[in-house]
């Protein structure tokens, strides 16, 4: 079994492979930092779930990430048609080293 330490640098080697290079704390945001929305949202936690063994069966991904599209246009229309902003759950790095811990993410 992996220590927290392993787990981490597992976690940050697959976002690199994913996509991303850079530097990434457990603070690192998927959709601020990593800007993973819709479909490649959906890809990343299923390819994560796969890598590291993880339960996603009760992850909520509306939840946490917004749908394909352009993000600046919508918030645009939001505020014209004075829509209440819709606004998601934080979702981090350091998440998924808790979701790989407890072999589930929610």
Do not use: H
Not at 22 to 37: R, S
Not at 75 to 80: F, P, R, Y
């Amino acid at each position: 079994m992996m220590d927290e330490y392993e787990i981490w640098e597992q976690v940050v080697r697959f976002a690199k492979e994913e996509r991303w290079d850079g530097e990434f704390t457990y603070a690192t945001d998927l959709v601020n930092d990593l800007k993973l929305k819709g479909d490649d949202a959906y890809e990343f936690i299923c390819s994560f779930s796969d890598r590291f063994n993880v339960n996603i069966a009760d992850f909520k991904f509306e939840e946490y990430f917004y749908p394909e599209g352009d993000y600046v246009l919508r918030e645009l229309l939001n505020i014209v048609l004075f829509r209440k902003i819709e606004n998601k759950k934080k979702i981090t790095l350091g998440n998924l080293v808790e979701g790989v811990k407890e072999g589930r993410l929610i």
